[in-house]
């Protein structure tokens, strides 16, 4: 009998920011609305199961399209209930997740835009390629 096997890989499909400050998500959020000229809105938290399915996780989750492009913007808390969403980067408070197409110089220039609020320590670019928990970002 033929052995097959099924290689899978995740589609990543977007461009991951990694924010670090010390604010509650919705004040986040209100900064981030005021600097960046965006309209954030709260929308369902994101449920991960952990310890095989026993337990689930939830992690507040921020929504905005711009409407110019259908590009959508998510701010996903990565501190939840019980744990992290992104274990190995237990530093980082929040991630930008942007879907869709996002010219190179607009994400510079909202990378820079993040950098000037005085609240935010630092936002720099992933590759969510190089994290081991990448699936929990696929929503």
């Known amino acids: 009998m033929n052995r097959t096997t099924l290689k899978f890989e995740l589609d990543l499909d977007f461009v991951l920011l990694a924010i670090t400050s010390q604010l509650k998500d919705y ?13 954030f ?6 449920e991960l199961p952990f310890n095989a399915g026993n337990e689930i996780f939830y ?3 921020y929504f905005f399209l711009m409407p110019q492009t259908e590009t959508e913007l998510y701010i996903i808390a990565n501190k939840g209930t019980e744990g992290f969403l992104v274990p190995e980067m237990k530093k980082v408070d929040f991630f930008l997740l942007i879907r869709n197409y996002i010219d190179d110089d607009d994400l510079k220039l909202i ?14 670019e992933v590759d969510p ?9 696929i929503f």
């Open 41 to 46: 809105c709260k929308v369902t938290d994101l």
């Open 129 to 137: 390629k190089k994290l081991k928990s990448k699936e929990n970002l």
């Open 111 to 124: 990378i820079s835009k993040l950098n000037k609020v005085p609240e935010v320590l630092v936002a720099v």
């Open 27 to 39: 004040m986040f959020c209100f900064k981030i609305n005021k600097q960046l000229g965006t309209d």
């Open 59 to 61: 992690f507040s989750r």
